[in-house]
Structure formats: structure tokens, C-alpha cells
């Protein structure tokens, strides 16, 4: 079993829309969680991170952590084109030094 | 400028013949990374360094090798590359390795083993 899934996509929505990330973990004891936004060709680079249970807002993108069912979810409010990249979601583990992340979300704001 | 710096960017070798792709940052980060990139596989973490002269395995170390014999750089050794291990490297760096902390990124290599 992965350490973290999500669903690769492609996932499609009109400029204005919200766009929903969602991932999942199988470690119970992933002590943080990131959102790391990924351009075709370039390196990946950190939207937010989150380590409590709830919403956390930065912006137009609100991260939600639900610790009981492994879960973590990134929204995109008013999604523009330059929106449009992979969404990778990863996890730190309980010693805190390792971080593992998913196979990413392609995500395409159509203007 | 901070920055996570790789080299080269771009390398193409053939099986067995020894290579290198070096890291550096310039941020005085405790915490170095690298980690691979497969279609369909997403990012893996080969090793990771909580600081001078301590490495760990990560995910999928199997092939390589590390060193961190100052703070600043990290490089990536592969003794005998196979063509198993052509993909996208990435170097990352953060001041911990803990909860909220972002790691910096490199701008990665592409390596394709022939």
C-alpha cells in the first residue's frame, strides 16, 4: 500500500471555479502535511503546509487536514490559468525525517 | 540569493560508468535530501542527512550512495549506474526536517543511462 495516494487526474475546471486537491495517508502517525505545486519541466515548490486538524487559509488556497480519516484536501478559490500544474501532497512521518509524497494531480484552469 | 544548486542539469552515461551530481545550497540548512521523479511514481526519497557526517536511507536507496562532509553540500554517487536508474533528480534542503518546515528544491537533474 502507498504511503500517500492521490488521484492523478487530469482534473479540469473553468478560470473562477474551485478546484479541489484530495490525498490520502496510511501512516497514523504523519506528524505534518504539504502542498507543493509543480510546473511541466521544473521543480516542485511548497503552496502550504498543515499539521492540525481543520482549515488553514493562505490566499486563495485553503488546505484541510482530517487526522481520523487520513485525509488532507487542497482548495483553489477563483482558479486562474497559471493555476495549471501538478499538485503534489506529501507527508512527514513520526521521526519527522522522512517525507514521502503522492504521484501528484494535474490540474488545467481552461480560460 | 538562496538557492538549492544542482550539476550538471543534464547527463547522459552508459551502464557502470561511475558518476556524481553534486549539491549545494547556500542557506546554512541542517537537513539535505535527494529525492527521484518516475511518471506514475511521483517523488521518492533516495537519502536524506540531518547534518554533517549523518545519512540515512529513505525510500529506494538501493544503487546509491551519499556523503555530507560540510554543511553545504550533498552529492548524489552512483557506482554503477543501470539504465534502471534513468529519471529526474531533485535536491532539496530545509533548515529541519520537522513539522512546517519547507524543503527548498533544486532544479533537478535529468539523467538518462544508456
Known amino acids: 500500500q502507498k504511503e500517500v495516494e492521490q488521484n492523478s487526474g487530469p482534473l479540469s475546471v473553468p478560470e473562477g471555479a474551485i478546484a479541489s486537491l484530495n490525498c490520502t495517508y496510511s501512516?497514523?502517525?504523519?506528524?505534518?502535511f504539504f502542498w507543493y505545486r509543480q510546473y511541466s519541466g521544473k521543480s516542485p515548490e511548497l503552496i502550504m503546509f498543515?499539521?492540525?486538524?481543520g482549515d488553514k487559509e493562505d490566499g486563495r488556497f485553503t488546505a484541510q487536514l482530517n487526522k481520523a480519516s487520513q485525509y488532507v484536501s487542497l482548495l483553489i478559490r477563483d482558479s486562474q490559468p497559471s493555476d495549471s500544474a501538478t499538485y503534489l501532497c506529501?507527508?512527514?512521518?513520526?521521526?519527522?525525517?522522512?517525507?514521502?509524497f503522492g504521484t501528484g494531480t494535474s490540474l488545467t484552469v481552461i480560460p | 540569493e538562496a538557492q538549492v544548486t544542482q550539476n550538471p542539469r543534464y547527463l547522459i552515461t552508459v551502464t557502470g560508468k561511475k558518476l556524481t551530481v553534486t549539491c549545494s545550497q547556500n542557506?546554512?540548512?541542517?537537513?539535505m535530501s535527494w529525492y527521484r521523479q518516475d511518471p506514475g511514481l511521483g517523488l521518492r526519497q533516495i537519502y536524506y542527512?540531518?547534518?554533517?557526517?549523518?545519512?540515512d536511507k529513505g525510500d529506494v536507496p538501493e544503487g546509491y550512495k551519499v556523503s555530507r562532509k560540510e554543511k553545504r553540500n550533498f552529492p548524489l554517487i552512483l557506482e554503477s549506474p543501470s539504465p534502471n536508474q534513468t529519471s529526474l533528480y531533485f535536491c532539496?534542503?530545509?533548515?529541519?526536517?520537522?513539522?512546517?518546515?519547507?524543503?527548498?528544491f533544486g532544479p533537478g537533474t535529468r539523467l538518462l543511462v544508456l
Open positions: 532539496a534542503s530545509s533548515s529541519l526536517a520537522g513539522v512546517g518546515e519547507t524543503q527548498y
Open positions: 501512516d497514523r502517525g504523519s506528524q505534518s
Open positions: 498543515i499539521y492540525s486538524n
Open positions: 506529501a507527508v512527514n512521518i513520526v521521526d519527522g525525517n522522512q517525507f514521502y
Open positions: 542557506m546554512n540548512h541542517e537537513y
Open positions: 542527512s540531518m547534518n554533517v557526517e549523518v545519512t
